[in-house]
């Protein structure tokens, strides 16, 4: 009766973890020798490892990756012609680059592997604890347009500093409006010195400027994103999705 009575508090204080671990020790006859002390150290192990799971479901909830798979262990650095340096991508992988607030910027053409990059990146610094959130330019810029239409701008762009790291995928692809441009500027400003940015691009940095208009607001927008950037240029003469496909119909694709 004791017994029923404990396992019914853990559930009641959603002590889960230590719950579910309880009723599975007690039942395993390797464990009836440990003592108290051990036991207790193995159900409260449980209970911490329950929690950091449950955490980072959330995390990996609320960053949205596409690329759900995408882990710095699955980079390949023998894919012919690319520039990727592994000894930069695990130097990033320390995530000194989050906490000093640093930014890392991906260019390269289609296929490349700028968004997986981009993910793995973001996918590494979930499981170290760090909120991240991937979104593309062009629905970040949706959401601040329609923000800015229903009042909530201000609060759109607090919920996006939040984040540890913020993904904005495929900078440069369509045109831009002034009013594009100076939502852009609002969203790097506010996370520049206090949070860290991913942006890939299919256009070259040389070309941001111009892309951007070429005024003030184009200064400003750069300065806060290239000051402080671990810039990585990815070269492939084939895309990669090209030759993932191609590796998969001829069945020696196992990624």
Same mark, same amino acid.
């Given at each position: 009766?004791?017994?029923?009575?404990?396992?019914?508090?853990?559930?009641?204080?959603?002590?889960?973890?230590?719950?579910?671990?309880?009723?599975?020790?007690?039942?395993?006859?390797?464990?009836a020798?440990?003592?108290?002390?051990?036991?207790?150290?193995?159900i409260?192990?449980?209970?911490?490892? &329950?929690?950091?799971?449950?955490?980072? +479901?959330?995390r /990996?909830?609320?960053?949205?990756?596409?690329? =759900?798979?995408?882990? $710095? !262990?699955?980079?390949?650095?023998?894919?012919?012609?690319?520039?990727?340096?592994?000894?930069q991508?695990?130097?990033?992988?320390?995530?000194?680059?989050?906490?000093?607030?640093?930014?890392?910027?991906?260019?390269?053409?289609?296929?490349?592997?700028?968004?997986?990059?981009?993910?793995?990146?973001?996918?590494?610094?979930?499981?170290?604890?760090?909120?991240?959130?991937?979104?593309?330019?062009?629905?970040?810029?949706?959401?601040?347009?329609?923000?800015?239409?229903?009042?909530?701008?201000?609060?759109?762009?607090?919920?996006?500093?939040? &984040?540890?790291?913020?993904?904005?995928d +495929?900078?440069? /692809?369509?045109?831009?409006?002034?009013?594009? =441009?100076?939502?852009? $500027? !609002?969203?790097?400003?506010?996370?520049?010195g206090?949070?860290?940015?991913?942006v890939?691009?299919?256009?070259?940095?040389?070309?941001?400027?111009?892309?951007?208009?070429?005024?003030?607001?184009?200064?400003?927008?750069?300065?806060?994103?290239?000051?402080?950037?671990?810039?990585?240029?990815?070269?492939?003469?084939?895309?990669?999705?090209?030759?993932?496909?191609?590796?998969?119909?001829?069945?020696?694709?196992?990624?």
């Open positions: 009766m004791l017994l029923e009575q404990t396992l019914d508090k853990l559930y009641k204080m959603k002590l889960y973890g230590m719950h579910a671990s309880v009723k599975e020790k007690l039942s395993r006859p390797d464990h020798e440990l003592s108290f002390t051990d036991m207790l150290g193995l409260t192990d449980d209970e911490w490892l &329950y929690r950091e799971n449950k955490h980072m +479901d959330k /990996l909830s609320n960053a949205k990756f596409k690329e =759900k798979r995408a882990c $710095l !262990e699955d980079v390949d650095y023998d894919q012919k012609n690319r520039t990727i340096k592994k000894s991508i695990l130097e990033l992988g320390q995530n000194r680059w989050i906490t000093q607030q640093q930014n890392v910027i991906i260019t390269g053409a289609s296929g490349s592997g700028k968004s997986f990059l981009a993910q793995a990146l973001g996918y590494n610094a979930c499981r170290n604890g760090f909120a991240v959130h991937y979104i593309r330019t062009s629905k970040l810029l949706f959401n601040l347009l329609k923000s800015r239409a229903d009042g909530s701008f201000q609060e759109y762009i607090k919920k996006t500093s939040k &984040y540890d790291v913020l993904i904005i +495929d900078f440069g /692809l369509g045109s831009v409006d002034e009013q594009a =441009k100076a939502d852009f $500027l !609002e969203i790097i400003e506010e996370r520049c206090t949070k860290a940015t991913i890939t691009s299919q256009l070259d940095i040389k070309d941001w400027h111009a892309y951007l208009g070429g005024a003030l607001v184009a200064d400003a927008i750069l300065d806060r994103l290239l000051h402080n950037a671990h810039k990585m240029h990815l070269a492939a003469k084939d895309s990669l999705r090209k030759t993932k496909s191609t590796l998969t119909h001829e069945g020696h694709y196992e990624k």
